[in-house]
């Protein structure tokens, strides 16, 4: 089983950058592929960013330019860098883990993954 907490959601200015954080529990997560996406209200879940086991990268077309995903293993946390918020940005971000992932492994589809985080709000302000 893991768990997963996401913080450094809240209020940002249009234009602003905020870093997302998304610590996970027990011994996995250095074997585990991670994943960002986020959901606004009436929409579907949309994917952001996911990173391998080995450090490779993937970026949703949403976003691409605008973020940078990121893991420490030794603090088993993932990080989400996202620069010059737009007013299409607000939504619950989620990180997501997949556990016993193969090396090289990345997702977009929010069914490669087994484990969520609750996901901060993130609001935009004009």
């Known amino acids: 089983q893991v768990q997963l907490i996401e913080s450094g959601g809240g209020l940002v200015q249009a234009g602003g950058s905020l870093r997302l954080s998304c610590a996970a529990s027990?011994?996995?997560?250095?074997?585990?592929?991670m994943g960002w996406f986020r959901q606004a209200p009436g929409k579907e879940r949309d994917f952001i960013a996911a990173i391998s086991r080995s450090g490779i990268t993937q970026y949703g077309d949403s976003v691409k330019g605008r973020v940078a995903i990121s893991r420490d293993n030794a603090k088993n946390t993932m990080y989400l860098q996202m620069n010059s918020l737009k007013p299409e940005d607000p939504a619950v971000y989620y990180c997501?883990?997949?556990?016993?992932?193969?090396?090289?492994?990345?997702?977009?589809?929010?069914?490669?993954?087994?484990?969520w985080g609750p996901g901060p709000q993130v609001t935009v302000s004009s």
């Open positions: 027990g011994r996995t997560f250095g074997n585990s592929a």
């Open positions: 997501a883990a997949r556990v016993d992932a193969n090396y090289a492994f990345t997702s977009a589809y929010p069914s490669g993954y087994a484990y």
